[in-house]
């Protein structure tokens, strides 16, 4: 069955730089659009970054942009989520998610568990 798996999350101090990874298995990984979403106490899951297939198209979050980059290496199996420049407002659990096909347009089918980012002094 597919199973995803973040880590990598932790605590920071503003303006420091984190990455989250996403272990992804029991699926072709290299066939399916994937994206990051998170979640802050309090708050809906939003999209932050998305990317196809082959990683060639990606897309971000308006309060992510020039900060956050989504990528993934299709031969270890794995999405990455490197974030820089971190705000206090980023504190959230980050979801790895798999869409329905190669687009990212595609709807989400299954998740991760989470992984906390924490951005505090």
């Known amino acids: 069955q597919v199973q995803l798996v973040e880590s990598g999350g932790g605590l920071v101090r503003p303006g420091g730089s984190l990455r989250v990874s996403c272990a992804a298995s029991?699926?072709?990984?290299?066939?399916?659009?994937m994206s990051w979403y998170r979640q802050a106490p309090g708050k809906e899951r939003e999209l932050v970054a998305s990317?196809?297939?082959?990683?060639?198209?990606?897309t971000y979050a308006e309060f992510v942009k020039g900060r956050f980059i989504i990528s993934r290496d299709n031969t270890k199996n794995t999405l990455y989520l490197q974030m820089n420049s971190l705000k206090p407002e980023d504190t959230a659990v980050y979801y790895c998610?798999?869409?329905?096909?190669?687009?990212?347009?595609?709807?989400?089918?299954?998740w991760g568990q989470g992984t906390q980012v924490t951005v505090s002094s």
């Open positions: 998610a798999k869409h329905r096909t190669w687009d990212f347009s595609s709807e989400v089918r299954d």
């Open positions: 990317i196809t297939m082959a990683g060639r198209i990606n």
């Open positions: 029991g699926f072709t990984f290299s066939s399916y659009a």
